[in-house]
């Protein structure tokens, strides 16, 4: 008797859906006649009999299963053989959404100033965020004279967003002043605002101890060792990041890791480097550092939510004989190398030796050489994907992981590495280390 292997169903659109199974078995041909009976919602769907089901589109979702009955040439029925479930979200036609912005400012102890009028900003706000840090530059676009005086005691920018579908007065970015530019061209006068992210005010103070030393080692869980940074930093800025249980959670192994008259910004960065944890500032200046979330927070739709789907594969930066060389007692060492024997056999050799310029313990360089190699020993696949306005794109962050319906692969918990924002649409970097072939293809059951 054959065995099912893969019974995947697969589709086109037009106006409506037209559903095809096919299958695979290992084992004896079955010879004989196949017969198919298509379920909706767990239910029998009267009539559909064939390897086709067409469903015209309605505002109705359904969940939909093919069963495939092999008989051999005796007319002897075998094992019934089941198809992987179909999610189909059906979806009406939607108004536009339409959008607005609220730019406040606000002075160095971030009180309110003024609203800063939508009709002399002159241009799209567009943003970016990144993982293992945050929001990127933004630069506001006003026509005002450059003789104005409009900023004056400025200090902070939020943005609030409000529309006709979700949000609010929605926080979705702040950030601090960095420049002014007054420009005259064409006879026109205008002045561009920079803002840096909050992350940037990090790299301002330089991180001491307790007893106001700049050269100190600290053992501890790298959790407590971000605390502690954000309430150093917090005494020189009270009232810019904060933290909780719940956005610091636990990593529950202890490092040993040398601060030498660094940042904020740079102490932190050494810690978390090449931990598998990650790292980053939202637009209310909450201070995360957590693992991977175990399930979805997003979840798109392909051919509603999904505008563009981009599926690379790099093999150029594997790595997966790794050692590390690191200072201890001003003594320069060598962890043992540590190697992926199942990524050597299938790309071959891809060493290196990584630096760790600060004084570290033996556990520490040891706990920092097999993430590295974790992270790196497959080919790195930044699947990019554009979501357009059908879905809430506000609320999309690094961090957050992804699951995608009505695709006939499986793609779902993936994590954002970093996002590009505009008014029309956000343009989504997932990162993760497994293959391809791995993690999607071979998910199709």
Known sequence: MPTAKNI?????????????????????????????????????????????????????????????????????????????????????????????????????????????????????????????????????????????????????CKIFENDNRWNENLLIYTWYISQIKRLFSNQSENIQVIFLWLNSLLSSVIYRNNNEETKFTITDDPSNIIKWIIDYFDTKYSWILSYTNESIQTYWETITIEFDWVSCFEAITATIKWLNYYFFIGADGVVNYKQKPASFVHDFTYWKDIETLTIPENYENIINVVQVEYGKNNVKEQTPINQNWMSVAIYWYKEQIISYSKEIDDATALIYRDNFINQNKDAKNDITMTINNLYNIETIHPWDTIKIRNLWIKIENLQIKNIKYQYENIVLTLEYYTSIADQIFNSLN
Do not use: H
């Open 8 to 156: 995947i169903i697969s589709w086109n659109i037009v106006v409506w859906w037209n559903l095809v199974v096919n299958y695979e078995y290992e084992g004896t041909n079955p010879e004989g006649n196949t017969e198919f009976q298509w379920y909706r919602n767990g239910e029998i769907i009267e009539g559909e009999i064939t390897n086709q089901y067409t469903i015209l589109i309605t505002d109705q979702s359904a969940t939909i299963v093919c069963a495939v009955a092999p008989f051999d040439n005796q007319g002897n029925q075998w094992e019934i053989w089941y198809s992987n479930e179909i999610e189909i979200d059906f979806y009406p036609v939607e108004e536009p959404i339409e959008k607005e912005y609220i730019v406040k400012v606000y002075d160095k102890n971030m009180n309110f100033i003024k609203v800063v009028p939508a009709s002399i900003i002159t241009k799209d706000i567009s943003i970016t965020e990144t993982i293992n840090a945050g929001q990127g530059q933004m630069a506001l676009n006003l026509n005002l004279p450059i003789t104005t005086n409009f900023f004056d005691g400025v200090r902070y």
